[in-house]
């Protein structure tokens, strides 16, 4: 049913405008104040409403997917084995990946008993979704936290094997790596052992905290169950 | 010989100066605006942005000039200048200041002390319209058409009660002539009032500065250019310096209504209660009587910004019901009750 109009009778003071204006600039001059007091102060990200992007940034996620990285492990050896599962994975088709066998003594530059020969990913036509990551057995392709990829040539934004791994070094020079995965709820839910685990851990790790885990069991089993309800 | 030379420079300046304060404003209306909005504006060329004016312009001048293939040519190109004209005229017979004395030679700080400057920008200022009618008529296109009609249809329903509140004023001070009402705004009115027209005609000034926005086609009166209704009114053909003539007329218009707003209602060049001639040296009170002018000035040009982004537009017949309904009797009834009081105590 439709609302009935209700015309609302205007007092005398509404009526002549003045006032309502008054009012009204009242309210705009507080905005106006406020926001030149704050944009007179020093230092970046003065108005809080305003991101004045190249110089404030907004802090992102960890987890945010931005340009790609092929990882080293922490001996400095290349976890890629070229198996192609992220080329397979990617449904813009964009990663190129040939296998090879390490050269004659260098083998201990390589993670696996075989190496991704050549390593290209179509910047242009990726879609960020972070299938690759997924879909890698050896966690060796990554997406990290640089954003800004615009390029002056189409060329540019092939990025190969020399460029990935430079973009793993850069950020783990800027501390930016990401952190490590959460460990994958196996399917099929077993609730009971995931639940187990995660109340486990305390328990094993730090004493401080397993007084707490035992006191509140319930409560952290509960509390376990339903993060990783989440994560399904 | 010297007259004319001081003549050419005063115009010179004030020429010049209404040109920097046009360009200075469109910096503040949009800086204000972004600031009264949560925003910060364009703060990257110079500093504070201060250069945006200036980028603005030689964008304009370097733009191409294109005039659309079914308008009327002539009416076309002439509707800018028609407009920009009056509107870089009009300041002429305003005055900027008292005197400047140098070498024992007395300068008054105005272009041409007319004795019927009144009615020279009254009329100047109802010319201004031609420009935007005839700028709408000859684009050829719907939207300008109706933004050049709304313009006509406001200019008569606006232009009779800023004629009749002006005719207060000179019923007050009776003369036509700016520069002997600035003159006698100096003193005080009933004993503790400055002598300013603000106390002597307070429905008089209302009724002014509505009509002035309406003149100045500001918001809430900017119905020929209503960007959210028919695109950009009367000049929506219109590009490059063309554009920018219409942009710039309107501030400098609105420069010389803030400032018959302060020769008329606030005293001019006078502070309240103090008489600045009497310590001041003849050059510095020149320069003093100069600034005090331009920073009321200022005031108002703020306060067109300021009005401009807190009220939305009035509707077409609002703008006609209010000129006609609510501001002509006023302003009848306003003029009825200062010749009253003027028969009476004179
Ligand atoms: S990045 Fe991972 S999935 Fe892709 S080829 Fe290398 S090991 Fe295989
Ligand atoms: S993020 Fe997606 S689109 Fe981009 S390379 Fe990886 S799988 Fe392909």
Redesign the interface.
């Known amino acids: 049913m439709a609302k009935p109009v209700v015309k609302k009778e205007y007092t005398f003071l509404e009526r002549i405008y003045?006032w309502e204006?008054v009012k009204?600039?009242k309210?705009?001059?507080k905005?106006?104040t406020f926001?030149?007091k704050e944009?007179l102060k020093k230092g970046p990200h003065t108005?809080p409403?305003?991101w004045?992007y190249p110089e404030d940034r907004r802090p992102i996620a960890p987890v945010f997917r931005g340009a790609h990285m092929l990882c080293l492990d922490d001996e400095g050896r290349e976890l890629c084995v070229g198996c192609g599962m992220c080329a397979r994975a990617c449904p813009a088709k964009c990663i190129t990946v040939k296998r090879g066998k390490p050269a004659e003594g260098e083998e201990g530059k390589y993670a696996g008993k075989t190496m991704s020969a050549e390593f290209t990913i179509d910047m242009l036509r990726c879609i960020f979704c972070g299938f690759c990551e997924e879909a890698c057995p050896k966690g060796a392709i990554q997406l990290g936290q640089e954003y800004e990829l615009a390029e002056y040539t189409m060329d540019a934004c092939i990025y190969d094997k020399e460029r990935l791994l430079a973009n793993f070094q850069k950020a783990k020079a800027e501390g930016k790596l990401k952190p490590p995965k959460k460990p994958v709820p196996v399917a099929g839910g077993d609730k009971k052992a995931g639940a187990k685990k995660v109340a486990k851990k305390p328990v094993a790790t730090d004493g401080k905290k397993s007084k707490k885990a035992a006191s509140k069991p319930q409560a952290e089993e509960k509390k376990a169950s339903e993060t990783k309800r989440e994560e399904t | 010989m010297d007259n004319w030379v001081i003549a050419l420079i005063k115009v010179v300046f004030i020429w010049t100066w209404t040109l920097l304060i046009a360009t200075l404003m469109t910096w503040v209306e949009r800086r204000g605006s972004a600031m009264m909005q949560d925003r910060l504006g364009p703060n990257r060329a110079g500093p504070f942005g201060l250069f945006q004016p200036l980028a603005d312009g030689i964008k304009l001048f370097t733009k191409e000039d294109i005039i659309p293939e079914k308008a009327h040519k002539i009416l076309f190109s002439l509707g800018p200048i028609l407009f920009a004209l009056p509107a870089f005229s009009a300041y002429a017979v305003i005055p900027f200041g008292d005197k400047l004395i140098v070498n024992g030679k007395e300068i008054i700080l105005q272009v041409a002390d007319v004795n019927v400057g009144f009615l020279y920008v009254v009329a100047l200022g109802a010319m201004a319209v031609y420009g935007i009618v005839l700028g709408g008529w000859g684009s050829n296109n719907k939207y300008s058409i109706l933004g050049g009609l709304r313009s006509t249809a406001q200019l008569i329903s606006y232009e009779v009660p800023f004629g009749l509140s002006l005719l207060a004023v000179v019923l007050v001070y009776g003369t036509f002539s700016l520069r002997e009402i600035s003159l006698v705004q100096q003193g005080t009115f009933l004993g503790f009032l400055p002598n300013w027209g603000i106390f002597k005609q307070p429905l008089g000034f209302i009724l002014f500065i509505v009509t002035a926005y309406a003149e100045a086609n500001r918001v809430p009166f900017d119905l020929p250019e209503a960007e959210s209704e028919i695109v950009a009114g009367y000049h929506t053909e219109y590009g490059s310096m063309r554009l920018g003539l219409y942009l710039f007329g309107e501030y400098v218009n609105m420069y010389t209504l803030a400032a018959l707003m302060v020769t008329l209602y606030f005293g001019a060049w006078h502070l309240p209660y103090i008489d600045m001639s009497k310590f001041l040296g003849p050059v510095s009170y020149g320069i003093a009587s100069f600034l005090v002018f331009f920073l009321k000035t200022a005031f108002f040009l703020w306060l067109f910004v300021w009005v401009r982004w807190t009220v939305p537009r009035f509707r077409y017949d609002q703008v006609m019901g209010l000129g006609w309904k609510a501001l002509i009797p006023l302003a009848l009834v306003n003029l009825f009750i200062t010749a009253l009081c003027i028969q009476l105590t004179v």
């Open positions: 003045l204006i009204g600039l309210l705009t001059f905005h106006f926001n030149f944009s108005v409403t305003c004045q």
